[in-house]
């Protein structure tokens, strides 16, 4: 829950802005229907961008005179400290259950 009568956001921080390989900022692409809510979507997703792929989304996230937040459309996301996180596609499981079913089965 955001209280909307608790934010403050700048109209000009929600102007459209210039970013890197002009990919998109994921603000941008949100549409409401009710322009009152509008901040309150800008101070959840501020300048975050999209890109295509991971390796887009790391060489904008880590420019020479910014750093951006970035998300994939796999649902990676580059965090402007560096830190990444989700995405994946393949599940991993380790291999403890398989060892114990066969030591159970002989």
């Known amino acids: 829950f955001i209280?909307?009568?608790k934010i403050t956001v700048?109209?000009?921080n929600m102007d459209k802005i210039q970013t890197p390989e002009n990919i998109p900022r994921l603000f941008d692409?949100?549409?409401?229907?009710d322009e009152k809510i509008r901040p309150a979507?800008?101070?959840a997703l501020r300048?975050?961008?999209v890109a295509d792929n991971l390796d887009q989304a790391t060489r904008v996230?880590?420019?020479k005179e910014k750093r951006w937040r970035v998300v994939t459309l796999q649902g990676q996301i580059i965090e402007q400290s560096g830190t990444m996180t989700g995405g994946g596609g393949k599940?991993?499981?380790g291999r403890m259950g398989s060892s114990?079913?066969?030591e159970i089965g002989r």
């Open 41 to 43: 979507f800008y101070f």
């Open 3 to 5: 209280g909307l009568d």
């Open 61 to 63: 996230a880590f420019q």
């Open 100 to 102: 114990l079913m066969v």
């Open 29 to 33: 692409m949100v549409t409401v229907k």
């Open 91 to 93: 599940i991993m499981k």
């Open 47 to 49: 300048d975050t961008l």
């Open 10 to 12: 700048s109209e000009r």
